[in-house]
């Protein structure tokens, strides 16, 4: 058992599930503002989209869940095309999962939206789901944000690798 729990974790086969419904919630009121400076100057604008999803995993419908979350990952596997990130981690008794998601750029993430749409009623029955975006606030994100729950965090600072000028 521990075996396929590993497997799970390092395919990342319930990853999917999190910003699929982060962003099947559509996105958050919150107005449109300029990325904040950090403390060397600003930030440059960021194109990828970063997601975390917090699923709690209601009493007796674990392998529910992980039915369905490999119906997530099967999907993100062959039908996105902008997902660069998909991953899922249980807690010690697999009564939560952690999903973390990174896409390529905003049409990415609709464009996974889409796909998942179908397999979140499902999933919603199998727990229950929190969520944050941490990306740039264009007004697109903004927009679709709009009346979820899903939290909208901004980039503030961040390490990056160092590059050609």
């Not at 749409?117 to 944050?132: I, N, R």
Request: include cysteine.
């Amino acid at each position: 058992m521990k075996l396929k729990w590993i497997y799970w974790v390092s395919t990342g086969l319930l990853a999917a599930i999190a910003l699929g419904l982060l962003l099947a919630f559509a996105l958050e009121r919150r107005h449109v503002s300029q990325l904040e400076a950090n403390h060397s100057g600003s930030l440059k604008t960021m194109k990828e989209i970063q997601g975390i999803g917090r699923l709690k995993i209601h009493d007796g419908k674990l392998e529910e869940f992980k039915r369905i979350a490999s119906q997530f990952m099967q999907v993100v596997r062959t039908k996105d095309t902008g997902t660069l990130q998909y991953e899922l981690y249980f807690n010690e008794d697999q009564t939560e999962c952690l999903v973390l998601e990174r896409y390529r750029d905003f049409q990415s993430l609709l464009e996974h939206q889409h796909n998942v749409a179908g397999l979140m009623d499902a999933l919603l029955k199998t727990c229950t789901v929190s969520s944050e975006v941490c990306a740039t606030a264009t007004p697109e994100l903004i927009k679709a944000l709009e009346g979820s729950p899903v939290r909208l965090f901004r980039p503030y600072q961040a390490l990056r690798p160092s590059g050609p000028p």
